[in-house]
């Protein structure tokens, strides 16, 4: 029997410890390449309670099917590198993976001296995800410098966007080292067969920053607040803009129809997802580089039936199909544009379903784990799956 090929996903971001789009692509690759019949390992930041959750994890009736490997230390922001270089040469000759996949262009610098440093072994092949504002977001004179390096020899390229496969070009990447790959998450324990609108329930997922758009939705809802007296609004997730999206509910009077959910584990997630009759999250591009290189969240919603509302900016042109599994707006930065369509929408339930359903075909069609997994494997030309 020929043994199966060996795949090692290295990644700062994984799922039993963090929420967030690498974290779930993460997850979902590793999933997928499972699923497909190669042996994986997925080599992540241990240390305290990433090491307890991981382990936490394995002993539980849920564990992953493959190997999660935490690599120890503390401090990573400060001291990762350092990490990496210690564990990686030991994984490397233990499992002597055939293809490494890196969740980023930081890792890139490591795994280089650690192959170097493995010795003696096959060179594995190597492909680096991209996903927005760390290829395009504004760094220091130092980082920066860093990150041109590497754009410049990551030897394959996996990007889940158009628009990213543009930005890596623009920076001098050859189009043969670029691979749009397909975006992919797990699929969900309940399918929502009708989302109607009769619920008339917003709902975002994602990191409370600005650009993820909470507040024109907050100002769109406002605007529709008078014909729309049983309209509400979930925002799901955490971060560093609540207070300023608390401050603008209150200064618009709609306190009472904005949520702040917070983080949702699993179960209540799913809950939450039944509630909504829309996915809405307008996306826009900030000062700085800021930018959403796809948004899984709206392939999360499809996989779910659930149809979605969205703005044209950066790689979300490549999540949503406008007419398909959604709508885009041309200025997601223009709440009455925001307002007009959403007026639109929840007043043709018909309309809602046929998206919905548009959205859930879509996932079965390209975006389940395997799908992503076929993709990596062609990219890195890791043989026949």
């Known amino acids: 029997m020929t043994a199966a090929v060996r795949v090692a996903l ?14 779930t692509l993460c997850h979902a690759l590793a999933s997928g390449l499972d699923e497909r019949g190669l042996e994986v390992e997925v080599w992540t930041r241990g240390g305290g309670r990433r090491e307890r959750a991981i382990a936490g994890r394995r002993m539980s009736s849920g564990a992953h099917p493959y190997q999660v490997r935490a690599v120890p230390g503390r401090s990573w922001r400060r001291r990762g590198g350092a990490h990496w270089r210690r564990a990686l040469p030991v994984l490397l000759r233990e499992f002597q993976p055939a293809g490494l996949v890196l969740s980023s262009w930081e890792l890139l610098a490591a795994c280089e001296d650690s192959v170097a440093e493995a010795g003696g072994l096959p060179a594995p092949v190597l492909g680096v995800m991209a996903h927005g504002r760390e290829i395009t977001a504004l760094m220091d004179d130092k980082r920066s410098k860093a990150r041109e390096s590497a754009i410049q020899r990551v030897p394959r390229w996996l990007v889940l966007s158009d628009w990213l496969g543009a930005e890596l070009r623009g920076r001098g990447v050859a189009a043969e080292r670029i691979v749009r790959v397909p975006a992919a998450v797990l699929a969900p324990g ?11 329930t917003l709902m975002t997922l994602g990191r409370l920053i600005p650009r993820k758009g909470q507040d024109r939705v907050i100002e769109a809802l406002a605007l529709l607040a008078p014909s729309h007296p049983e309209l509400r609004y979930l925002i799901v997730g955490r971060g560093p803009d609540e207070q300023r999206l608390r401050a603008l509910a209150r200064r618009l009077r709609v306190t009472e129809r904005v949520h702040f959910v917070g983080f949702a584990p699993k ?14 999250m307008p996306a826009r591009t900030e000062r700085g580089g800021d930018t959403e290189g796809y948004g899984l ?29 959604g709508v885009l707006i041309d200025d997601p930065d223009d709440p009455a544009q925001l307002a007009t369509a959403l007026a639109e929408l929840l007043s043709a339930p018909q309309r809602l379903r046929e998206l919905g359903a548009g959205g859930r075909a879509r996932f079965l069609r390209c975006g389940q784990p395997v799908h992503l997994a076929r993709g990596v494997c062609e990219a890195l030309q890791l043989g026949a799956i």
């Open 190 to 200: 309940v399918f929502r067969a009708d989302c109607g609108g009769l619920s008339q």
């Open 10 to 23: 290295v990644t700062t971001d994984w799922v039993d410890f963090i929420e967030g789009g690498v974290a």
């Open 297 to 325: 969240c709206f392939l999360e919603a499809g996989a779910r039936g659930l149809p979605v509302l969205a703005g044209r900016s950066a790689g979300v042109v490549s999540a949503v199909q406008s007419g398909e599994n």
């Open 267 to 280: 179960p209540d997630l799913e809950a939450l997802w039944q509630q909504a009759d829309l996915l809405v």
